[in-house]
Every structure is written in C-alpha cells, then in structure tokens.
C-alpha cells in the first residue's frame, strides 16, 4: 500500500530498508528558506531499535496493513507460544522471539493482542499493567516503609522485579509489563 510522508500518523506501520518499523512521532519541520521535510521517530519492529529519520516532503512510503486482534494465551511448548482466538476457538502457535522481554508476564488464559500481517505474527502485546503473585522475596522488617530501598523478587512466571521492602512472598503486586516496573500492592 502506497503513501506519501503526508499520511505518517503515530502507530503506522512501513517498510524502512526492508524491514517493518511502527511509526512513534511524525513531525513536519519547514526551516527558513530550505525545503520542507518529516522528522519522523520509528520503532524496528523485529530488533525493538529506536530510530529517527527525515523524509523529503512529498517523498513515497510503502505503507503495511496490520490487523490486529484478542487471543487469549494457553500455553507454551518449548519455544513456541500457543494462542487461542476466543470467538472461534482457532490456535495460533507464535515463536516466543516475537514477544522479546515481555514474555518473562505472560501467564496462563491472559489476554493478549496479537499483530498479524499476511496472516503471520509479528507483534504481540500484551495489557500494560498486569497482577503477578511473588513467590519468592527476602523478608522485609517491620517499619521498613519510609525509604524507597528496593529488594528483588520473583514472580509466578519467573521475572525477576524490584519491589520494596515491606512486600513478602505471597503478595499480589501489579506490575507494568512495558518495562517491568512495580506499581502498587493489591488488595485481594
């Protein structure tokens, strides 16, 4: 699908030197009396690598369709992640390279939203925020609650997260998947 540097809107999806890049900012830059040009900040879908580029104004882009959909996540063999669509009940097997590090969240019968193009997988992602029981931490003391000292812990799907230190083992935190940082304790 054809376009011009016109139609760069955030969340587009092109080719760039053969690969697929998600378009992040896209800004129209006019200096003085030189041309007009986009300054545009794109994410490498396969690598994760941010980049910034400048197109000439007018300039063709092959622009990619992608559909994105809900699966809800089974289970894993070896490498390969087993996605069911809720509406059909179809199984969809994605290589786990596809979800990077947020792989280390993911958990049985969650929601994910999976990125096809030309029926095959190249994005998944999943809630930004998501509840994880710690299975193993040290013990914090008692009154340890007025510093912003972090301990690490374990979760039940086995990431590794920075909590402080008045959470012990068997607390419900929620985290965000993005970057794998500690928000808040939940109540049950």
Do not use: W
């Not at 104004?57 to 490498?79: C, H, M, P, Q, T």
């Amino acid at each position: 699908m054809a376009g011009t540097t016109a139609d760069l809107r955030p969340g587009a999806v092109i080719v760039y030197n053969g690969d697929l890049c998600v378009v992040l900012e896209s800004e129209h830059r006019t200096p003085g009396n030189l041309r007009a040009f986009y300054q545009v900040k794109m994410r490498n879908m396969k690598s994760g690598k941010l980049s910034e580029n400048r197109f000439r104004s007018g300039e063709a882009i092959e622009f990619v369709r992608v559909e994105r959909k809900n699966y809800e996540f089974l289970y894993r063999d070896g490498n390969v992640l087993i996605f069911m669509d809720p509406t059909n009940y179809e199984q969809v097997p994605v290589d786990g390279h596809v979800l990077g590090k947020s792989i280390e969240f993911l958990k049985e019968n969650q929601e994910v939203q999976l990125a096809f193009v030309d029926g095959l997988v190249i994005d998944a992602e999943l809630p930004p925020h998501i509840h994880l029981r710690i299975t193993h931490t040290e013990p914090g003391l008692k009154g340890d609650t007025a510093t912003n000292v972090l301990k690490p812990a374990t979760t039940e799907t086995g990431a590794q997260v920075s909590v402080p230190l008045f959470i012990n083992e068997g607390d419900l935190i929620r985290v965000d998947t993005r970057n794998g940082d500690y928000i808040e304790r939940v109540k049950e």
